[in-house]
């Protein structure tokens, strides 16, 4: 079976480009800077459902999208997390957090409605994040 992305990651997203493993995505709500990694590996719904030699580089891609996001937005903080209670297909969200932004010090999922990007703002931070990770 091949890999195919959740629809509503599809929806909710815009995408990055494809690092060694996994899709990266730009989670289309301007008000935090907010990427997904999505490993493209059918029917995973667990980190633990990859493979140790897989799941080593998903740590090492979310080390490199948390420096990114770094770079770019220099952040209080880097929130890294793999729920998958809406989408149960593995994700990992890496957002970074501001102490004065909308949610904080709370969780930024179900804070309100998301704030989509002007396609000029999405351009410049693909750009941004393609530039730094090196991504396909």
Known sequence: M???LDGRLA???IPVGDLMLSRVLLMNDSRYPWAILVPRRPDLTELIDLPVA???ILMEEIAAL???LRDLHAPTKINVAALGNVVAQLHVHVVARYDKDPAWPGPVFGKGPA???EPAAAAAAVAG???RLGVA
Do not use: K, M
Request: no cysteine.
């Open 54 to 56: 897989e799941r080593t």
């Open 66 to 68: 948390s420096g990114a």
């Open 129 to 131: 994040l393609v530039a």
């Open 2 to 4: 091949a890999f195919e």
């Open 115 to 117: 704030v989509p990007y």
């Open 11 to 13: 929806a909710d997203t």
